[in-house]
């Protein structure tokens, strides 16, 4: 079979990674996380001072983007790939709720998506990959040839969140993570630069009821009549 490019778009926590994850390793394709690249960066930005709770820092967060440098190292042991920051292994660092909270007010700004886009382009260029996030089916690879969007229920979706957050010791409540989950749904459907909308020809996918298995099972098929 010809390799492609697989875009998976959808809301937060609807598990777009892990079953990208599983995808991609089913057909032998590399994996991209662009959501934690978006990550990476509220973390630089959190670790500089540059956002916090009552202050976001912008135009210096701009200036400072080329002092930021993304990499994925795979590591056998996991089966999949973490993120580094300049060099750091951040994987841990940047699952917690706190950066949850900021990664959608720095993944408005237009010079953010720019930078990250381009790499995200460079990634999939020679095809036989896997990328979920926010815009891939519309903007990083607008003629991918298969586009997958997920979707399931605010609540679903919170339960999911809180559950592996406290698998992860974090100390929080079902409510806080849900308003969460709200709240980057709209600051996602609502920013202008790249919103978080379902592109015309992708596939919606409901996966309030569904298993992993059946879920990849899907994808698989999908897959194979496209390639």
């Known amino acids: 079979m010809s390799k492609i490019v697989i875009a998976i778009d959808g809301f937060s926590s609807t598990g777009k990674s892990t079953i990208a994850k599983q995808l991609a390793k089913q057909l032998n394709y ?13 973390y630089f930005a959190m670790k500089n001072e540059l956002i916090g709770e009552d202050f976001f820092h912008t135009k210096k967060l701009i200036e400072r983007l080329n002092e930021i440098h993304i990499t994925f190292k795979f590591n056998e042991a996991l089966g999949f790939a973490e993120v580094y920051l300049n060099g750091e292994n951040i994987e841990k660092e940047i699952r917690t709720l706190e950066v949850s909270k900021y990664v959608s007010p720095v993944a408005t700004i237009s010079e953010v998506r720019q930078k990250l886009v381009e790499q995200q ?4 260029k020679d095809k036989g990959i896997v990328m979920d996030g926010r815009d891939i089916g ?10 997958i969007f997920m979707t399931a229920s605010a609540e679903t979706r919170a339960q999911r969140r809180y559950k592996e957050l406290l698998e992860r010791g974090h100390n929080l409540s079902y409510n806080e993570v849900l308003e969460n989950v ?12 790249s919103p978080l909308v379902k592109a015309v020809d992708a596939i919606e996918i409901d996966n309030s009821d569904l298993t992993i298995e059946e879920q990849l099972e899907t994808l698989l098929k999908l897959a194979k009549s496209k390639a």
């Open 182 to 193: 709200t709240t980057r749904d709209r600051i996602d459907s609502t920013r202008e630069d």
């Open 138 to 147: 519309t903007i990083v690879f607008p003629d991918a040839e298969l586009k």
């Open 121 to 124: 382009q460079l990634m999939g």
């Open 30 to 42: 590399i994996y991209v996380d662009t959501g934690a690249m978006y990550r990476a960066v509220t």
